[in-house]
């Protein structure tokens, strides 16, 4: 789907933006009047946030914990948002068109910040978090809140692709370590299956959604390619020999028999459910995995069994995981920024940061809990993530990046399929881009 279709020429380019990427509503939602946030209620200000549900339940412990300090004051009211970010994104994108009622503070990803400040609903945060204080976060968690120069956003947690593996089965088969390429990976799993009745080899997330393009992204730049050219961010290089061996390497994860066909519509949950239940060999997947894994509800393995690493690659040097952070926003629509900010310092500060690290194995912004003894010992992909995260590689940044999404998902997704060689997906793909890519052009000029 090219942005061309639901364009109407007289729109500006933030108006366009409003009625675009999925084209929920018309423009004649455009001038509904911001009904604001939360209320106030029994003398507290009830402040709406707005985040996907936290298997590990360490963001309701937050919220309870900042309710019950400020008892009276403010009460947060947590929204549980689809855990697709894109579907998050369209239910926001649909609320906003119709004046983002109740909603105060959005937990956001770092491909939208771009969208939703140039669309106006994000705040702009240059006085309540200056250059000054951005210092103590890691550069890149900086940059995912950055737009136009200016901070809309707040660093909270950062994200990258790991690969998850059983120790024990890997030792049992003769293995001292985790794979550095994908062929490795390959008869490590072949060997593994045949010794030890694993019902699965490699599980990874490959539906058409947004998970899909961090994985199909990373097979690419694991083989050298790229999606568009990094010195030069409007031209499309997703045709290149690298970039479709790298595809051609996802694909014949499924002809191979090394990953399970349902691969083709598992997201992170389902990929996650299978290797916790044992199921499987080796898993792809973000940090957050890590925490349920020594969580007995959550899986049947033991911490012990289960090894964490960077990503393979074709040539062995480390993979690339994919740059995922997860900012705080307060929406523009809340009549309550200043309450919104006390739960947003809150959240991020030190003490709540090293505590999602240490329960929830999120991996921390801010730079010096990388140092922190208790954190190294304690959650070990943390350590890990400190080297991983020089090798992360972000999607591309642009206000458009939604329909640059939707059209790598589907390609992705038919490519892992067997419905279109990869060849054919990646030349389809740089049309749509390049495409996208114009019309984003015209849209600002
Ligand atoms: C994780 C990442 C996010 C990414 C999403 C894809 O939540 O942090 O950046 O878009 O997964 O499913």
């Given at each position: 789907m090219g942005i061309s279709r639901s364009r109407p020429k007289r729109l500006s380019r933030r108006d366009f933006l409003k009625v675009g990427g999925t084209g929920l509503a018309g423009a004649a939602l455009l001038g509904a009047a911001g009904c604001g946030g939360g209320e106030q209620s029994g003398g507290a200000t009830e402040l709406y946030f707005t985040a996907p549900e936290d298997t590990t339940g360490t963001t309701s412990k937050l919220i309870s914990q900042f309710n019950e300090m400020n008892k009276g004051k403010y009460k947060v009211i947590f929204q549980k948002g689809n855990s697709d970010t894109g579907q998050r994104l369209d239910k926001l994108r649909t609320q906003f068109q119709a004046?983002?009622?109740?909603?105060?503070i959005i937990l956001g990803d770092i491909i939208w910040t771009a969208e939703l400040a140039e669309s106006g609903w994000?705040?702009?945060?240059s006085n309540r978090f200056p250059q000054s204080q951005q210092q103590a976060y890691l550069p890149g968690s900086v940059e995912a809140i950055i737009y136009n120069g200016k901070p809309y956003g707040m660093p909270w947690y950062t994200d990258t692709g790991l690969l998850y593996y059983r120790k024990d089965l890997l030792q049992n088969s003769?293995?001292?370590?985790?794979?550095?390429?994908w062929d490795e990976l390959k008869q490590m799993t072949t060997k593994v299956i045949a010794d030890s009745?694993?019902?699965?080899g490699f599980l990874f997330q490959g539906a058409r959604y947004e998970g899909g393009v961090c994985d199909g992204c990373e097979f690419i730049w694991s083989h050298g390619g790229n999606v568009l050219d990094p010195s030069d961010p409007t031209k499309v290089v997703i045709d290149s020999p690298q970039a479709i061996a790298g595809l051609e390497t996802e694909r014949s994860m499924i002809t191979d028999r090394i990953?399970?066909?349902a691969v083709t519509v598992y997201k992170e949950d389902e990929s996650a459910g299978v290797f916790l239940n044992g199921d499987g060999v080796f898993l792809r997947n973000w940090p957050y995995v890590y925490a349920l894994v020594g969580d007995p509800a959550e899986s049947?393995?033991?911490?012990?069994q289960v090894g964490v690493s960077e990503l393979p690659s074709a040539d062995g040097k480390p993979g690339n995981g994919t740059v995922g952070d997860q900012p705080l926003y307060i929406s523009t629509s809340s009549k309550y920024p200043d309450a919104a900010w006390k739960f947003i310092e809150f959240l991020s500060a030190p003490e709540q940061q090293r505590f999602r690290a240490l329960e929830g194995s999120f991996l921390p912004t801010r730079s010096d809990l990388y140092d922190d003894r208790e954190i190294q010992d304690s959650v070990p992909v943390v350590a890990l993530a400190k080297e991983a995260l020089q090798h992360t590689r972000p999607r591309p940044v642009s206000p458009y990046y939604s329909d640059m999404s939707l059209e790598m998902a589907e390609q992705f997704n038919a490519s892992l399929s067997g419905d279109t060689p990869p060849e054919e997906a990646a030349r389809t793909l740089k049309a749509a881009l390049e495409n996208i890519i114009e019309q984003g052009k015209e849209a600002s000029s």
């Open positions: 004046g983002g009622e109740n909603i105060d994000i705040s702009d945060l003769g293995y001292k370590g985790p794979p550095k390429t009745d694993t019902r699965f990953a399970p066909e049947k393995l033991k911490p012990e």
